[in-house]
């Protein structure tokens, strides 16, 4: 199967937190390690969350490759518990949120602009309870916005905020100057929103398009890197993510690039490549990031390039940092390699097809990626395959773990399924 030429489709927002001092701002209200005490997020100062009764700060917002606490998905092959068709092939992964009735449910797009909820639990298992149909295909994966909003970007220039429980769209907000948003060519992707959404702690969305924009929990601008009127900005499959007081995303202009929360340029790595992966985060701040020309590069906080490893073919995806700090990156050349930090070859995996999905790391580090020799690996942490599944047709998007360990699985032959023990 040929790969179209995107790559900014494997979206969706989780927390990746890192063990690290509370700083001042959490302090006045003293208490374990200086940590303010608080019941809820909101009792935190900003940037700051509410865990284990105490606010910590947040360190990174990540993409869903590093999960803050996981469920264990099966060491052992899984039995099919549910399988919806939904019309269209299903390139991104499903975002887990609340839907109908409070139930845990499943959001994914489709490329026929069809944004689905599927309920993971009780009676409605397995079946549609939100159905909404957009104008523009679907690459990017869905977010979990504010309470009761799913926000997901389309190729219509279009980022939308539909409701959880019943699809209405609550609104739209359309991003760039790409005129009509279709225009055969580069023109006509350079503003499609496919890099995220990414949510940040405040409510605020980050998404790439032509550039990178911060909006509001309601879709307004507040900056735009580059800025406004400063140049014609370069289309951005990556998903632009937040680590520290960095935020940082690849370009089509063969860029690495790094803002601040407030939209001030940081740093701009050249590379010659484009970089439509999504960068992942050690627990340093370290930046790893997979680019067309099959290097993954290794960059520290400051823009300084620390090692970088060649792959047989291009990088797509996100990559994705284990528990144990192990870097794991899907190369199109048909393999997953694991990286130490020092970016030396741990394992490599040999599936039978490009890798276009990101891998999927679960509590206990076992790994999930989908393959285009259609069929769904499941790899130790130690590299060696614990069970393969064949499927109908290529897996393209990675996988999302649900409640108890389930794995949801979006394929080409556009049909979403629940794998479970």
């Not at 919806?84 to 602009?113: D, M, Y």
Request: charged residues 20%; glycine residues 14%; contains cysteine.
């Amino acid at each position: 199967m040929h790969l179209p030429r995107i790559s900014g489709r494997y979206r969706a927002v989780v927390a990746l937190w890192f063990a690290s001092a509370c700083g001042p701002a959490c302090r006045p209200g003293g208490g374990q390690n200086g940590a303010r005490p608080c019941s809820t997020d909101e009792d935190c100062p900003k940037e700051h969350v509410c865990e284990d009764r105490r606010c910590r700060p947040i360190a990174a917002v990540a993409t869903t490759e590093s999960v803050r606490k996981p469920a264990a998905g099966p060491a052992q092959t899984p039995r099919l518990l549910w399988d919806q068709p939904l019309g269209a092939v299903i390139s991104a992964r499903a975002a887990i949120a609340a839907g109908p009735g409070g139930v845990a449910t499943a959001f994914v797009g489709t490329h026929a602009g069809r944004l689905v909820g599927v309920p993971l639990d009780g009676d409605a298992a397995g079946t549609i309870g939100v159905d909404v149909w957009l104008d523009g295909i679907l690459w990017s994966s869905p977010a979990e916005g504010r309470a009761g909003e799913i926000l997901v970007g389309g190729d219509d220039d279009t980022l939308v905020a539909v409701s959880a429980t019943d699809g209405a769209v609550l609104w739209r907000r359309r991003l760039g100057d790409c005129n009509p948003p279709r225009t055969p060519g580069p023109e006509g992707v350079r503003c499609d929103v496919d890099g995220g959404p990414t949510v940040l702690p405040d409510g605020d969305v980050l998404v790439g398009a032509d550039g990178v924009y911060r909006l509001g929990p309601t879709g307004e601008t507040r900056w735009r890197v580059p800025a406004v009127g400063a140049e014609r900005a370069r289309h951005v499959f990556s998903t632009p993510m937040a680590a520290g007081d960095l935020i940082v995303w690849g370009g089509q202009d063969g860029a690495i690039w790094a803002a601040t929360p407030g939209g001030e340029p940081r740093w701009r790595m050249e590379i010659g490549a484009d970089v439509d992966g999504t960068a992942a985060f050690d627990a340093s701040g370290n930046i790893y990031i997979g680019a067309d020309d099959g290097r993954v590069l290794a960059i520290d906080p400051q823009g300084q390039m620390r090692w970088t490893f060649q792959t047989g073919r291009d990088i797509r995806s996100a990559a994705a940092v284990g528990p144990d700090g192990t870097i794991h990156v899907a190369s199109l050349d048909g393999s997953l390699y694991a990286l130490g930090p020092d970016g030396r070859l741990r394992w490599k995996f040999t599936t039978g097809g490009s890798i276009a999905a990101t891998p999927t790391i679960d509590r206990d580090g076992r790994i999930y990626v989908g393959s285009q020799d259609d069929r769904l690996y499941a790899i130790s942490p130690d590299g060696t395959r614990a069970w393969a599944l064949e499927f109908p047709a290529d897996i393209d998007a990675p996988v999302a773990i649900g409640p108890g360990g389930i794995l949801i699985v979006g394929c080409d032959d556009g049909h979403l399924r629940a794998l479970g023990t």
